[in-house]
């Protein structure tokens, strides 16, 4: 019943930033974990990044760390993806993804998704 819908995708470029965001209907987000994967044509789906329901753990694929920044708003039922010094590796579509267990990097963990936002970096 939860569903998810992304936004705040577009295209930039190179250095530049770009917010997007998750927002949730039909439950309440704070009882879900929420993921950011991204996927490129001929790729398979990459993690990006997770944060528990409370914030308390925040986890990063190791080609967005510094650059990227995950965040919520429980009572707002929204979460984020701040991204920086967005490069043209970065282009994908870029998905949320819940579960109401812990924070994962695997695909396979999440059994909520929105239908994604894109992002296109131009070099």
């Known amino acids: 019943q939860l569903q998810l819908v992304e936004s705040g995708g577009g295209l930039v470029q190179a250095g530049d930033s770009l917010m997007a965001s998750c927002s949730a209907s039909?439950?309440?987000?704070?009882?879900?974990?929420i993921a950011w994967f991204r996927q490129a044509p001929g790729r398979e789906r990459e993690f990006v990044s997770a944060i528990s329901r409370w914030a308390n753990r925040v986890i990063y694929a190791d080609s967005v760390k510094s650059r990227f920044t995950i965040s919520r708003n429980n009572p707002k039922n929204t979460a984020y993806l701040q991204m920086t010094s967005l490069e043209p590796d970065d282009t994908a579509v870029y998905f949320c993804?819940?579960?109401?267990?812990?924070?994962?990097?695997?695909?396979?963990?999440?059994?909520?998704w929105g239908r994604g936002t894109h992002v296109t970096v131009s070099a």
């Open positions: 039909g439950r309440d987000i704070h009882d879900y974990s």
């Open positions: 993804a819940a579960n109401l267990r812990q924070v994962s990097r695997e695909v396979g963990q999440y059994n909520i």
